[in-house]
């Protein structure tokens, strides 16, 4: 009786080789990925966050610009200044822009965006440098 002994291709870590989805493509992928490392960008994930870098670098486009009433204050920047702040306490800009390898041209507007929203306030130093300051909301409790 004869056993057929179905082989299946696999690659170093013994996962069974797949061939890319796109179309006229016959490359393997790794790690059971839909997609050969020349065409990853068809992978959605993928596709997002390359749109992602796009938008960013569109925000600080804007910034350089100084068009900081339109900067996005919630957006990655803006969030990331604030956190730094939040969890290192006051910095200057130019401390912030080494901290957060960021240029001055893009993070001083978005410290102006974040003040006129009232998220941070800055004070001059005794050597008149800029320090930025978290602005603490307190929620008020009414009725406990
Ligand atoms: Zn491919």
């Given at each position: 009786?004869?056993?057929?002994?179905?082989?299946?291709?696999?690659?170093?870590?013994?996962?069974?080789?797949?061939?890319?989805?796109?179309?006229?493509?016959?490359?393997?992928?790794?790690?059971?990925?839909?997609?050969?490392?020349?065409?990853?960008?068809?992978?959605?994930?993928?596709?997002?966050?390359?749109?992602?870098?796009?938008?960013?670098?569109?925000?600080?486009?804007?910034?350089?610009?100084?068009?900081?009433?339109?900067?996005?204050?919630?957006?990655?920047?803006?969030?990331?200044?604030?956190?730094?702040?939040?969890?290192?306490?006051?910095?200057?800009?130019?401390?912030?822009?080494?901290?957060?390898?960021?240029?001055?041209?893009?993070?001083?507007?978005?410290?102006?965006?974040?003040?006129?929203?009232?998220?941070?306030?800055?004070?001059?130093?005794?050597?008149?440098?800029?320090?930025?300051?978290?602005?603490?909301?307190?929620?008020?409790r009414?009725g406990a």
């Amino acid at each position: 009786m004869a056993v057929m002994v179905r082989r299946v291709a696999r690659g170093k870590d013994g996962i069974p080789t797949r061939h890319c989805d796109l179309a006229g493509c016959y490359n393997h992928t790794h790690g059971r990925k839909p997609y050969c490392t020349k065409h990853v960008f068809s992978m959605p994930y993928v596709q997002k966050l390359n749109q992602e870098i796009v938008d960013q670098e569109a925000e600080w486009d804007r910034a350089r610009h100084r068009a900081y009433p339109v900067l996005d204050v919630g957006g990655v920047t803006a969030q990331e200044i604030l956190m730094h702040v939040k969890l290192y306490g006051p910095r200057s800009v130019l401390r912030l822009c080494k901290d957060l390898n960021l240029e001055r041209a893009v993070v001083e507007p978005y410290i102006k965006a974040l003040q006129r929203k009232g998220h941070v306030r800055v004070s001059l130093n005794k050597r008149y440098v800029p320090i930025v300051h978290l602005v603490v909301h307190r929620q008020t409790r009414r009725g406990a």
